[in-house]
């Protein structure tokens, strides 16, 4: 009897024993850390350490951030997101541990990525985490892409690129960007919400306000939109532009005059164009406002003509030739002797003069 109550007690003490081990053995085991990235990206890396008496902030203790037995050396597990954008790993215990999202590039290269948010409404790629059985996460990535431009004129005529001085958008977030040449340029193409059902990564739209060509804005304020979505980075901007026809004539007998044609832009800069004909020059795609045009080449006095370019115009510079000049000197000339002789006979050369009739009769 006695031998059989000491058995019974020790397999007692036994069981006693096993249940918490057991139990810690099934904890341990069971302790998986799960990381859902928002959009599903693959080669994210995420970092564990512990312990974390090494990344104390300013403001904690030590004692109070980290675990009660800090273990002497620093262990730390690496993992990273599959396709799928999911990241797991397996803990040894539980205990208070540092996350970090150590590289946020993914492995398309056709995209950027940049650490926003995690779920449980944790802002910063470092945070302090307590694990005491299986934990998931939710980290919300902003995309960004590249954007290429390409500038259409009238009838889908391209527009070199090294002729707009600036293009402006304004995102639906509120930011404003200033873009030059076509680019490739990376502009956040998503970013990331937290909606009732989670985190929620929504494309950005970007309207156009500004495209600079020479000081002047051809396009509508924010008539056109787009978004930097898979497939829809290359952008197609309309331009307002128009042309014109220039032929500088001769004042008075409205002959062609010059052999070109001399543009000042609103911005203030000039460029000359040789008249390719009879019909002078043709000047595609510029842009709307205010020009100053005269001929280039001309013999006489050039006035320029003024253009307020909305739509196609035809533009006839005026010249005041040497002939002109001539005609105009040679009239002033004889409308001052006109003037002159008018009432003054006496004055006027003999051989001009009618021959007067004597009064006197017959003898």
């Not at 059989?4 to 069971?30: D, H, T, V």
């Not at 990381?35 to 990206?41: D, G, H, N, R």
């Not at 009838?155 to 293009?167: F, K, L, M, N, P």
């Not at 409205?254 to 020059?281: K, Q, R």
Request: hydrophobic share 45%.
């Amino acid at each position: 009897m006695i031998r059989w109550l000491r058995a019974a007690a020790l397999a007692g003490l036994a069981l006693a024993l096993a249940a918490p081990l057991a139990a810690g053995a099934r904890q341990a085991a069971g302790l998986r850390l799960t990381i859902q990235t928002v959009p599903a990206l693959a080669g994210i890396d995420f970092k564990v350490y512990r312990p974390c008496e090494l990344y104390v902030p300013r403001s904690e203790v030590e004692l109070e951030f980290c675990q009660p037995e800090p273990v002497p050396h620093l262990d730390s597990w690496g993992f990273t997101s599959d396709e799928r954008g999911l990241a797991g790993l397996n803990l040894p215990a539980p205990g208070l541990y540092l996350l970090h999202v150590e590289n946020s590039t993914p492995e398309d290269p056709g995209l950027q990525a940049r650490f926003s948010r995690w779920q449980d409404d944790v802002f910063t790629n470092m945070r302090q985490l307590r694990l005491r059985g299986n934990r998931h996460l939710v980290a919300g990535l902003a995309i960004e892409r590249p954007v290429q431009l390409a500038y259409l004129g009238p009838q889908d005529g391209a527009v070199q690129a090294d002729r707009i001085q600036v293009t402006e958008l304004r995102s639906s977030l509120g930011s404003v960007h200033h873009l030059e040449g076509s680019g490739p340029h990376w502009l956040p193409a998503e970013h990331i919400l937290n909606r009732d059902a989670g985190l929620a990564s929504v494309p950005i739209v970007y309207a156009l306000q500004r495209v600079n060509l020479n000081g002047s804005n051809v396009v509508n304020r924010g008539q056109q939109r787009f978004t930097a979505e898979l497939g829809t980075t290359d952008w197609q901007i309309d331009l307002l532009l128009y042309q014109a026809d220039i032929l500088a004539r001769d004042a008075f007998f409205n002959l062609p005059a010059g052999d070109g044609a001399i543009l000042e832009f609103p911005d203030g800069s000039t460029e000359e164009f040789a008249y390719s004909g009879p019909d002078g020059v043709r000047i595609d795609n510029l842009a709307r406002g205010t020009y100053r045009v005269r001929a280039a080449g001309a013999a006489g006095i050039v006035f320029p003509a003024i253009m307020v370019l909305s739509r196609d115009q035809v533009v006839r510079p005026v010249v005041l030739s040497w002939l002109d000049l001539s005609l105009v000197a040679v009239g002033g000339l004889a409308g001052s002797l006109t003037l002159l002789f008018v009432g003054r006979p006496h004055l006027m050369p003999s051989f001009l003069r009618r021959p007067q009739r004597s009064s006197e009769g017959p003898s």
